[in-house]
């Protein structure tokens, strides 16, 4: 971590903190602090928009807000829940402005088909998205389980984007271009330019409101939580035996027990998420990038487009990734790409951000730019097939910390040997065949 412009050794600083941490953090005492200037706080802004569902949500928004008082909630589901114990995904979708500058990719068309992918499933899942396209997405799944929410007129307007227009639009792509010290061997760590757009930046930084709503929400009544991002299911994936591209994941559909598995680890306090490569490395806890704002560009070790948790594990984390994008907005630092943030949440917060290492799929299953998250917690490859879960504050930051969860194991198709990474790398064309 260094010691940039303060003098002060956080890194030996955070060893220190890291030897008396509660199970869970409290959201006004991070770990990094960065000499205790704070940004505004999440119970400045957050407030449910409906009577939350269920006595332990509703206790601890009674919590965040300082209140006392008995709280009020529903005991009731709105709609019956499509199945015992079904999960609730949650995805987010704002069609860019800029829809002509925009590769094919990142256009509205392609988005709603990718979100026509994810109707099919079948699954209990709530949508958020502006109010013109609401006959469009409905028309995709006409069921109650397909349940919309487009009451934020723009991206704006969610609550923790409202004040943040002209930090987005100026101040983030002054930091993003003030960034330094990447060269060609950083690969896929440096910063990529065309991510660096105010309503990128919106889009991502409101995927923690959007959680924190759902379980307000809670529509189904479910404790079992899945985000996705809208356009996760890309035209590129693989095919299954009928040649339907993601018809594996489409037609087997989530599977509570492998989400249960995950929620053993992250429990109230967190979520369960997935990691990048680190094939081009990753810092540990005495790296800058932690104190120094040119360099956060490092930070980049969690992949955010699929996660999972119980319902107060999605509201810890939830919360206090927005209140590391506040302290970070306080402190100079980039907060553009959620990916930027997420790394500096799991440090603050221990016990907030559990992952899966990345690792390569079975060939059949394999893309360029696959990740496993988006298949572990389907019923793909059977019950015997689950991934490894880690905590990232002993594997990626400070290897010597003990963490007081312990580690999952993978099993069925998702182990792999130090061969399976040899081949996916000569498939992709990342590394040359050996001679034999």
């Not at 971590?1 to 991070?30: H, N, V, W």
């Not at 306090?269 to 040119?294: A, F, K, L």
């Not at 487009?305 to 980039?334: E, K």
């Not at 992709?428 to 034999?436: D, E, F, S």
Request: overall charge negative; aromatic content about 12%; proline content about 8%.
């Amino acid at each position: 971590m260094g010691t940039y412009e303060s003098g002060f050794d956080q890194a030996s600083s955070y060893r220190e903190k890291l030897k008396c941490i509660q199970d869970l953090t409290p959201i006004d005492e991070p770990l990094i602090s960065w000499d205790g200037h704070r940004g505004r706080s999440p119970r400045e802004y957050l407030k449910p928009s409906v009577i939350p569902y269920g006595r332990e949500v509703a206790e601890w928004q009674n919590v965040l807000s300082g209140r006392q008082e008995v709280p009020h909630f529903r005991t009731t589901p709105q709609v019956p829940p499509i199945r015992q114990d079904a999960p609730t995904m949650v995805l987010i979708f704002y069609p860019r402005p800029d829809q002509d500058d925009a590769r094919p990719i990142h256009q509205s068309l392609s988005y709603l088909k990718r979100i026509e992918r994810i109707s099919q499933m079948g699954e209990q899942t709530i949508l958020y998205i502006p109010p013109e396209l609401t006959e469009t997405i409905r028309a995709m799944r006409p069921d109650p389980h397909w349940y919309i929410v487009d009451s934020y007129a723009t991206v704006w307007d969610i609550p923790t984007n409202d004040y943040q227009r002209d930090n987005f639009a100026n101040e983030q792509p002054r930091l993003f271009r003030e960034f330094d010290g990447y060269k060609e061997a950083d690969g896929e760590l440096r910063p990529v330019d065309r991510y660096s757009r105010a309503h990128h930046s919106a889009v991502c930084n409101a995927k923690a409101f959007i959680m924190y709503d759902a379980v307000m929400r809670n529509p189904f009544g479910s404790d079992r939580w899945i985000y996705v991002d809208a356009g996760f299911l890309f035209d590129d994936g693989p095919k299954d035996s009928d040649g339907m591209i993601w018809g594996d994941l489409i037609k087997g559909g989530l599977d509570e027990a492998k989400m249960d598995r995950a929620i053993s680890i992250s429990r109230d306090t967190g979520v369960v998420m997935g990691e990048y490569s680190h094939r081009d490395g990753c810092p540990d806890i005495d790296d800058e990038c932690w104190s120094n704002p040119r360099r956060t560009w490092r930070s980049r070790q969690f992949i955010a487009n699929v996660y999972v948790g119980n319902s107060l594990g999605m509201l810890n984390y939830s919360t206090r990734f927005m209140q590391t994008v506040d302290d970070m907005d306080a402190n100079g630092f980039y907060t553009g790409r959620e990916e930027f943030v997420v790394a500096f949440v799991a440090l603050r917060y221990p016990n907030s951000v559990f992952s899966i290492p990345w690792f390569p799929l079975p060939r059949r299953l394999d893309y360029r730019w696959q990740f496993p998250g988006k298949l572990v917690f389907s019923r793909v490859g059977g019950p015997q097939s689950v991934p490894p879960i880690v905590d990232p504050i002993a594997t990626l930051y400070v290897r010597d910390y003990v963490p007081s969860r312990q580690s999952l194991a993978a099993g069925g198709i998702y182990v792999t040997s130090p061969r399976d990474y040899y081949e996916w790398e000569v498939r992709h064309g990342l590394t040359t065949p050996k001679k034999i």
